[in-house]
């Protein structure tokens, strides 16, 4: 009978790189190295909190332009919305220090779990707009009685900047 005999040599094993480390070696880190990174392909919730967001999107796009050019703030149900909406993209921009990202490798693309690197690029690329963009402009208007305020038109356009979020969840493609 033709057998195949594989033996392995202790100094065959010495060489051998364990799965994490081949992929440390190949620059792809895993999720292993934090337990504060959400997956954005693995996360039921992030699927529910994608929704959410477009939702909040949605309503940005159709509602607070015709808001911005036809309507002075007052508490009302619009403002009570829009209030609701602020909290929803605030969650956001902190949930954002947390979710991996694709990181170009010598191997194509990888999800980067380093918690340290995803902070550095999220404030070095998103975290700006989405602060701008969820500025409480017609809350300050409120609270100071400014009629100034209140009506200033261009500052309320800051809240549009809520719609290059759909370009950067265009691009993310959870």
Known sequence: STGVVVSKSSETRSKRLSVQAALNAAGIATAAESKW??????SYFLQKWDIITMLALCWVAVVVP????????????FFML????????????FLQFFIMY?????????????HSNIVK??????????IVSILPV????????????KSMRAVKIIRLLRLLKLARLARAQR
């Open 121 to 130: 690029h999220y404030v070095k690329t998103w975290l700006l707009v989405d």
């Open 37 to 42: 990174v959400i997956n954005p392909e693995r």
């Open 138 to 149: 017609d809350l300050v208007g409120l609270l100071t009685e400014d009629t100034d305020v």
């Open 66 to 77: 015709v808001h911005v050019a036809m309507l002075d703030t007052n508490v009302d149900l």
């Open 82 to 93: 829009s209030t609701g909406i602020d909290f929803i993209f605030l969650a956001d921009l």
């Open 102 to 114: 694709p990181k170009r490798t010598n191997f194509g693309y990888a999800l980067e779990s380093s």
